[in-house]
């Protein structure tokens, strides 16, 4: 304990070196006066009003205060969260580092796990898994009955730093169409990478938009990269586990991602895929569909669906349909992209809260039957009513021109916080088509089993926290001189490795075995 404490104030004193606390520019309220709840509440947590000071800015949306789930859930508990992020901020990883270098950090904190993982055993964060075991008892349930969860999320050390956004449903990303392309040029859905290659030619050559001119994008994409083609060559981006060499290994450090960018580069060079791919980004949809140009593209589900009707009265007859994953280079349909059991993001509490106790209790409402339908589902009454028992979206809520998360983290609701989502709610927002969907990439079991959320120990995550970030950049950089046609990639590719290796790599990978057989094990 004395350990931890020296490793704490040497933290706290050596950020408030690099920044002074007002540099975040954010205003705390951390323990005070807050709005009083309902007194005959079940859920109430405290017996006087308190305001914690909440940093938040997932997908750069500060949270707001006025949120009426979070306003529900200050009446409930007698908790109101203050949120810190100026509502301007649209650079949340930023604002993130700037709190974490003042050393002044808000009470409780939504991040990332890598950032739980970087700075949780330095002291910034309270392990929770005591205070679970003694003061949240749903939590604990969850966790009990849920041990690859549990083990998801605990840190090297064995403790429990960061509660994420469980989630449900096992479809999440697939394949996207011009089926009215299709239709008019008389092809089929492209079943392998042959014919994939076949209608990207088409849809340039063949004027499916029928203007006469040859502005057709035939692939794009709104998040900047090119996961899905590299999933075509038989790559698998990011890490991942080789059953057949029994390791951990990274999609863009391997000898198959030589003729997988080649590939890629080659259609780039053919005017194929977006020109601006690396830089249109998450408007690419609405532009690429809306202007009648955009091809195929591979992304959410849910976020995709609705386009059809969006936009049928601008573009008459426009079908963007789901289609199967065609069959990669090997042979193999398969989808990369899963619904993880548990998000990327969630929170925790600060060392300096004052009121940990009070926090782990009202974290622990938000997995009672009440914080479940609060988190999922909105108010009742404003959002949902309960129809036999169950929560039924009212129909002035669903009949927005937003999409489904816009309208969601409008109020408040299904944020990225510590939960369990409710794939129901999702589903209430799909159309039967987008149902069909999902139904179509989980029956036929084209999701590969995701990688597992890896925790590090201390000395592990040094060497992540010294090198990845270096390899990651330079990964990026070379991938995007291969695709402009900047570097050949024959010539530069063995370099390109020695370089990746010379960067750290190899350390890298042997932290993720460590770390992937202690998650078997555990």
Same mark, same amino acid.
């Given at each position: 304990?004395?350990?931890?404490?020296?490793?704490?104030?040497?933290?706290?004193?050596?950020?408030?070196?690099?920044?002074?606390?007002?540099?975040?520019?954010?205003?705390?309220?951390?323990?005070?006066?807050?709005?009083?709840?309902?007194?005959?509440?079940?859920?109430?947590?405290?017996?006087?009003?308190?305001? =914690?000071?909440?940093? !938040? &800015?997932? @997908?750069? +949306?500060? #949270?707001? %205060?006025?949120? /009426?789930?979070?306003?529900?859930?200050?009446?409930?508990?007698?908790?109101?969260?203050?949120?810190?992020?100026?509502?301007?901020?649209?650079?949340?990883?930023?604002?993130?580092?700037?709190?974490?270098?003042?050393?002044?950090?808000?009470?409780?904190?939504?991040?990332?796990?890598?950032?739980?993982?970087?700075?949780?055993?330095?002291?910034?964060?309270?392990?929770?898994?005591? =205070?679970?075991?003694? !003061? &949240?008892? @749903?939590? +604990?349930? #969850?966790? %009990?009955?849920? /041990?690859?969860?549990?083990?998801?999320?605990?840190?090297?050390?064995?403790?429990?730093?960061?509660?994420?956004?469980?989630?449900?449903?096992?479809?999440?990303?697939?394949?996207?169409?011009?089926?009215?392309?299709?239709?008019?040029?008389?092809?089929?859905?492209?079943?392998?990478?042959?014919?994939?290659?076949?209608?990207?030619?088409?849809?340039?050559?063949?004027?499916?938009?029928?203007?006469?001119?040859?502005?057709?994008?035939?692939?794009?994409?709104?998040?900047?990269?090119?996961?899905?083609?590299?999933?075509?060559?038989?790559?698998?981006?990011?890490?991942?586990?080789?059953?057949?060499?029994?390791?951990?290994?990274?999609?863009?450090?391997?000898?198959?991602?030589?003729?997988?960018?080649?590939?890629?580069?080659?259609?780039?060079?053919?005017?194929?895929?977006?020109?601006?791919?690396?830089?249109?980004?998450?408007?690419?949809?609405?532009?690429?569909?809306?202007?009648?140009?955009?091809?195929?593209?591979?992304?959410?589900?849910?976020?995709?669906?609705?386009?059809?009707?969006?936009?049928?009265?601008?573009?008459?007859?426009?079908?963007?349909?789901?289609?199967?994953?065609?069959?990669?280079?090997?042979?193999?349909?398969?989808?990369?992209?899963?619904?993880?059991?548990?998000?990327?993001?969630?929170?925790?509490?600060?060392?300096?809260?004052?009121?940990?106790?009070?926090?782990?209790?009202?974290?622990?409402?938000?997995?009672?039957?009440?914080?479940?339908?609060?988190?999922?589902?909105?108010?009742?009454?404003?959002?949902?009513?309960?129809?036999?028992?169950?929560?039924?979206?009212?129909?002035?809520?669903?009949?927005?021109?937003?999409?489904?998360?816009?309208?969601?983290?409008?109020?408040?609701?299904?944020?990225?916080?510590?939960?369990?989502?409710?794939?129901?709610?999702?589903?209430?927002?799909?159309?039967?088509?987008?149902?069909?969907?999902?139904?179509?990439?989980?029956?036929?079991?084209?999701?590969?089993?995701?990688?597992?959320?890896?925790?590090?120990?201390?000395?592990?995550?040094?060497?992540?926290?010294?090198?990845?970030?270096?390899?990651?950049?330079?990964?990026?950089?070379?991938?995007?001189?291969?695709?402009?046609?900047?570097?050949?990639?024959?010539?530069?590719?063995?370099?390109?490795?020695?370089?990746?290796?010379?960067?750290?790599?190899?350390?890298?990978?042997?932290?993720?075995?460590?770390?992937?057989?202690?998650?078997?094990?555990?």
């Amino acid at each position: 304990m004395l350990h931890k404490l020296k490793r704490m104030f040497a933290f706290l004193c050596a950020a408030a070196l690099v920044l002074s606390a007002s540099a975040c520019g954010q205003d705390k309220a951390s323990g005070g006066q807050g709005v009083a709840g309902d007194a005959d509440s079940p859920y109430k947590v405290s017996d006087e009003p308190i305001t =914690l000071s909440f940093f !938040y &800015a997932a @997908d750069n +949306k500060p #949270f707001d %205060d006025n949120y /009426p789930v979070f306003k529900e859930a200050a009446r409930l508990t007698n908790v109101t969260l203050h949120g810190t992020v100026p509502q301007s901020n649209s650079e949340g990883g930023q604002a993130f580092a700037t709190m974490m270098a003042s050393g002044n950090v808000d009470d409780i904190v939504t991040t990332s796990k890598s950032s739980f993982d970087k700075y949780a055993t330095s002291g910034a964060f309270v392990a929770l898994d005591p =205070l679970i075991d003694e !003061y &949240a008892p @749903d939590i +604990k349930k #969850f966790l %009990d009955d849920n /041990p690859n969860l549990r083990k998801m999320i605990t840190e090297g050390d064995g403790h429990i730093y960061f509660l994420p956004r469980f989630e449900q449903g096992d479809a999440a990303q697939g394949w996207y169409i011009r089926q009215d392309w299709l239709d008019k040029l008389g092809l089929e859905q492209p079943k392998t990478v042959d014919e994939f290659y076949e209608v990207l030619k088409a849809f340039r050559d063949r004027d499916p938009n029928g203007n006469g001119e040859q502005d057709e994008i035939p692939y794009f994409h709104r998040q900047k990269n090119l996961n899905a083609l590299y999933n075509l060559m038989g790559i698998c981006t990011g890490f991942s586990y080789n059953e057949k060499t029994g390791h951990v290994e990274h999609g863009s450090y391997t000898e198959a991602y030589k003729n997988a960018v080649k590939t890629v580069a080659q259609w780039y060079k053919e005017g194929l895929i977006d020109r601006e791919i690396f830089t249109r980004g998450n408007n690419a949809r609405e532009e690429l569909l809306g202007n009648n140009t955009g091809g195929i593209t591979h992304d959410w589900f849910t976020s995709t669906d609705g386009y059809n009707q969006k936009l049928e009265g601008s573009v008459p007859g426009i079908n963007f349909a789901a289609f199967p994953p065609p069959a990669d280079v090997n042979g193999v349909q398969w989808e990369e992209t899963s619904r993880a059991q548990s998000t990327l993001k969630g929170w925790g509490i600060a060392s300096s809260n004052e009121h940990p106790i009070e926090t782990i209790k009202y974290f622990n409402f938000w997995y009672t039957d009440a914080g479940y339908r609060l988190a999922n589902y909105g108010v009742e009454g404003t959002h949902y009513d309960l129809v036999d028992g169950k929560p039924v979206f009212k129909q002035e809520f669903l009949n927005t021109t937003k999409s489904m998360t816009e309208a969601w983290w409008s109020d408040g609701i299904a944020l990225y916080i510590g939960y369990v989502q409710d794939f129901d709610a999702e589903k209430q927002w799909m159309s039967p088509i987008t149902v069909d969907a999902f139904d179509m990439y989980v029956s036929n079991k084209y999701i590969r089993e995701a990688f597992p959320l890896l925790s590090f120990t201390e000395d592990e995550q040094k060497v992540i926290t010294a090198k990845w970030s270096a390899i990651e950049t330079y990964m990026k950089e070379q991938e995007q001189k291969w695709i402009f046609g900047t570097d050949d990639v024959d010539a530069t590719f063995d370099q390109y490795m020695a370089q990746c290796k010379q960067l750290g790599m190899d350390e890298v990978l042997a932290v993720y075995d460590a770390a992937y057989e202690r998650y078997l094990n555990s």
